[in-house]
């Protein structure tokens, strides 16, 4: 048995004014009124951060993260957010290793590392996301790259820097797709990011971790998603935007 309390992350991505975040937040803190059955992380674009921490004051149990940091803790990194600034205006979690962030910005594994660091000691959560490319996929190469995603980061950390991390599978073929990976998909993946974590850090680590599904998940797929053993949690990016379909992503937790 574990305590890994399932975690439902919306990534914004870039969308959304001020305004909008605002009257977003507002519908889903009126549709989460009474439930408490899992985490809930929004993930506004950085511009939106302050008023959305504001927002959330009055609703503790949903809880701010940013979607990109840069490792270095200040300086002349001109467009860069440290992970100190994101912690200062209220974030608890940062996304790092978005198959968007490794594909358009070309981040490679040491950076995502440092990234990853940089989140623990300014006492933030890291989502770090992994995923295979629809040719590994096709290839069955998915569990090599995953293996390797995984030990080029992870590797030799210690199990008090993990235990801080939430690691998300996106299959790069299921984001924005709509080509949701079927549930088998995810758990096979998800189980055997455990046993890869199992193999690296030990047994404490690989059962203790929250692992989450994310790839085109919609009201209609969630909960049959997170019914699978290994499946923590969902990181969903369009169904986010709308607070009746992301409420209903949540509610979808047992
Ligand atoms: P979609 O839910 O739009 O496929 O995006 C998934 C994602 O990239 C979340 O980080």
């Not at 699978?228 to 937790?253: H, K, T």
Request: proline letters at 5%; charged letters at 20%; glycine letters at 8%.
């Amino acid at each position: 048995m574990n305590a890994r309390t399932k975690i439902i992350a919306g990534n914004w991505k870039m969308n959304k004014t001020v305004a909008e975040a605002r009257s977003l937040v507002c519908e889903l803190q009126g549709r989460l009124a009474t439930f408490s059955g899992c985490d809930v992380v929004l993930c506004p674009p950085f511009t939106a951060l302050a008023s959305v921490a504001k927002l959330l004051e009055s609703t503790p149990r949903i809880q701010l993260g940013a979607q990109n940091l840069h490792p270095a803790p200040k300086g002349a990194f001109t467009g860069e957010i440290s992970a100190s600034m994101l912690s200062d205006v209220g974030c608890r979690f940062v996304i790092v290793g978005h198959s968007e962030r490794r594909r358009y910005f070309g981040e490679t594994d040491a950076f995502l590392r440092d990234k990853l660091l940089a989140a623990v000691s300014a006492g933030l959560h890291p989502i770090f996301c992994v995923g295979e490319e629809l040719a590994d996929r096709e290839a069955g190469r998915w569990p090599d790259h995953l293996r390797s995603q995984l030990q080029a980061v992870l590797h030799d950390l210690p199990p008090s820097i993990l235990m801080e991390v939430v690691l998300a599978y996106e299959p790069v073929w299921a984001i924005g797709t709509g080509r949701t990976a079927t549930p088998e998909q995810a758990q096979e993946a998800h189980a055997f990011l455990r046993q890869e974590l199992e193999r690296l850090h030990g047994n404490s680590v690989a059962t203790g971790l929250r692992l989450q599904y994310g790839g085109s998940v919609t009201p209609e797929n969630a909960r049959e998603i997170l019914a699978q053993p290994d499946v923590d949690g969902l990181l969903v990016g369009g169904a986010s935007l709308e607070a009746g379909s992301f409420a209903s992503i949540v509610l979808s937790v047992e």
